[in-house]
Nanobody, 120 residues
Framework: QVQLVESGGGLVQAGGTLRLSCAAS????????MAWYRQAPGKRRELVAKITQGGSTNYADSVKGRFTISRDNAKNTVYLQMNSLEPEDTAVYYCNADVVLTTRAQLGYWGQGTQVTVSS
């Protein structure tokens, strides 16, 4: 019923910048929190950043001061601005959204993931 489509991943050198986007579509009444997770090879999926409907944000300690999450509620889109990228940031990045459907059911949805590779 809901699709999250991510874009903006790629290969970047250490110290560089990427901006990820995730657009939600489907039978959406509203979206509560939106978040970015990442999963590096051999590691568990971890929360990178989260943003509430009202714009409050939360970041993993490892990305504080470097990453910025934002959202455009009118477009059902969440962004992750990633600055000063490090090789340790290399992972598949997944968008997540807590969606209130038009039926008023509340469900969590995941994007397909976008690869971010940071070379040294």
């Amino acid at each position: 019923q809901v699709q999250l489509v991510e874009s903006g991943g790629g290969l970047v050198q250490a110290g560089g910048t990427l901006r990820l986007s995730c657009a939600a579509s489907g039978s959406i009444f509203s979206i509560n929190a939106m978040a970015w997770y990442r999963q590096a090879p051999g590691k568990r999926r971890e929360l990178v950043a989260k943003i509430t409907q009202g714009g409050s944000t939360n970041y993993a300690d490892s990305v504080k001061g470097r990453f910025t999450i934002s959202r455009d509620n009118a477009k059902n889109t969440v962004y992750l601005q990633m600055n000063s990228l490090e090789p340790e940031d290399t992972a598949v990045y997944y968008c997540n959204a807590d969606v209130v459907l038009t039926t008023r059911a509340q469900l969590g949805y995941w994007g397909q993931g976008t690869q971010v590779t940071v070379s040294s």
